[in-house]
């Protein structure tokens, strides 16, 4: 039975163990009329109102929640749910008026959920969203910018669609968590294209099931294959259907930019349907990685004892709630981003540890057990991206087993003892790709590696300089902006 996590402590342990390390972000100076720390720390300035989110130039220490910002009862436009519980952000959001209430000293803050149309709309961008069944049962929800708010009006004819793909333990807010000239979402919606964000299944938005709820054996029994092969495709083609385009581009994010090539190389014909594919700190080959989380997960198997353990979802809402609540004043943030950098994703130059509280409203987002198994086993098996490896010992019969037979061994899956590798030389559509400089995920290796395996017509090959695996999505004016939107323009057919 898939149980409901592992406890907070055994996140607490291994965090705190990086709680001195440095972050780069420390040296991002506060803009013009940001509070001074020193004085926060003394506690002898005035407490100022808190104010809604700025624009860039933004006021470092203005940490106002994306949760309410959104007028009171909108919902985005689109279908409604066919079967309920598919939209049920578990991502804790701190609230700064409750944490410097006027007149009084700080207090602990209050819980609260972000959603999307808090996020999108409270910057004054419309959305949509839509359910998408899958052939096994699950409901998707991706969503939608039709139109921007500069540069482009809701009539100005059809638009290019994209789609927008995150990575592992992050959801489709990662690209709206920030200011519009930050987030990639608002700034290509603003750059002229139909964006639409994915959601995988399990993640914040995408908890909806014909058959289980999310706390039932069964529901958490996916890898990455699954995401690949059913989700991506099926919001591909409800995407095509509902834009009445042929083909759409997919900008992908580190995992994001795995599963277009799995599904590309399992299913070719969506080389058609995917005019461009961009990668922005693509994890493919992993051999390099140099994250210390997730290196050691892989080379202990850790997942593996979790899923022994019957426990189905990593890094449930409980465990975030504790680590969050513990980071919700100024001169905590610094030490949170130093521990979430180090142990995740690497320092920065153009993160700021003042947007931590904003950056815990959507991240994480749960994901499986399986997942990060699988990413383990591919670290082991050494063969570059292959399939879920269910092992070699075939019960006698399938009521020997409380897994599906089809699920107890690799013979019965795949008719072979072991997983199929994917084949990446079948991948020949158009991509960009564009590295950052300091990624400790996707490294210089893995990513040379990948060039050399696949078959693609890279128009661009591309590093930015200084940059790290997580300023394509939480960078505040990321460098590689003016780069990610002349070089869409310059590919994407229109």
Request: aromatic share 10%; hydrophobic share 40%; proline share 9%.
């Amino acid at each position: 039975m898939a149980r409901a996590g592992f406890g907070a402590g055994a996140v607490l342990a291994l965090l705190c163990c990086a709680a001195t390390v440095p972050s780069r972000a420390a040296d991002v100076p506060p803009a013009p009329g940001a509070r001074s720390r020193r004085a926060l720390l003394a506690g002898t300035e005035k407490q100022q109102p808190w104010v809604g989110i700025h624009l860039y130039p933004y006021n470092a220490y203005d940490r106002t929640s994306p949760a309410g910002r959104a007028p009171q009862g909108a919902r985005a436009g689109g279908d409604p749910d066919p079967v309920p519980g598919l939209a049920s952000p578990d991502a804790p959001v701190i609230n700064p008026r409750d944490a410097y209430p006027k007149g009084g000293s700080p207090k602990p803050p209050k819980i609260k959920s972000a959603t999307m149309e808090d996020l999108v709309m409270g910057q004054g961008y419309p959305l949509e969203t839509y359910p998408v069944e899958t052939s096994d049962g699950f409901i998707l929800r991706p969503y939608r910018i039709p139109f921007g708010v500069k540069n482009a009006t809701k009539d100005a004819g059809p638009r290019p669609a994209l789609l927008l793909h995150h990575g592992v333990t992050l959801a489709s807010s990662s690209f709206v968590v920030l200011d519009p000239t930050s987030s990639i979402a608002f700034y290509l919606a603003d750059a002229g294209f139909d964006v639409w964000l994915a959601n995988t299944r399990g993640n914040t938005y995408s908890r909806g099931n014909r058959q289980y709820k999310d706390t039932d054996p069964g529901y958490w029994s996916f890898s990455i294959d699954e995401l690949a092969l059913i989700d991506l495709p099926s919001q591909i083609d409800f995407i095509l259907g509902k834009t009445g385009q042929k083909s759409l581009t997919v900008v992908g994010h580190s995992q994001g930019c795995t599963l277009p090539l799995m599904l590309m190389s399992e299913r070719p014909e969506y080389n058609q349907k995917i005019n461009l594919l961009m990668m922005l700190g693509p994890v493919t080959f992993i051999h390099h990685i140099q994250a210390p989380f997730l290196k050691q997960q892989a080379v202990t198997k850790s997942a593996q004892l979790l899923a022994d353990a019957g426990i189905g979802p990593f890094i449930p809402n409980e465990v975030t709630t504790q680590l969050v609540s513990g980071c919700k004043l100024p001169y905590d943030s610094q030490w949170c981003y130093d521990v979430v950098n180090f142990m995740f994703y690497g320092p920065s130059w153009f993160m700021s540890s003042y947007d931590f509280p904003r950056v815990a409203a959507t991240w994480p987002s749960t994901v499986s057990v399986r997942n990060l198994l699988h990413w383990s086993q591919m670290w082991h098996g050494r063969r570059g991206l292959q399939m879920f490896d269910f092992g070699r010992a075939c019960p006698g019969s399938s009521g020997s087993d409380p897994k599906p037979y089809s699920e107890t061994c690799n013979a019965a899956k795949y008719g072979q003892d072991s997983p199929p590798a994917y084949d990446l030389s079948r991948v020949t559509t158009k991509a960009v790709v564009l590295e950052a400089e300091t990624d400790i995920m996707a490294t210089k290796e893995d990513v040379a590696q990948l060039m050399a395996a696949w078959k693609a017509d890279v128009r661009v090959h591309k590093v930015i300089p200084r940059a790290a695996h997580m300023d394509f999505v939480w960078a505040r004016a990321p460098p590689m902006r003016q780069d990610i939107i002349d070089l869409l323009w310059a590919e994407v057919p229109r």
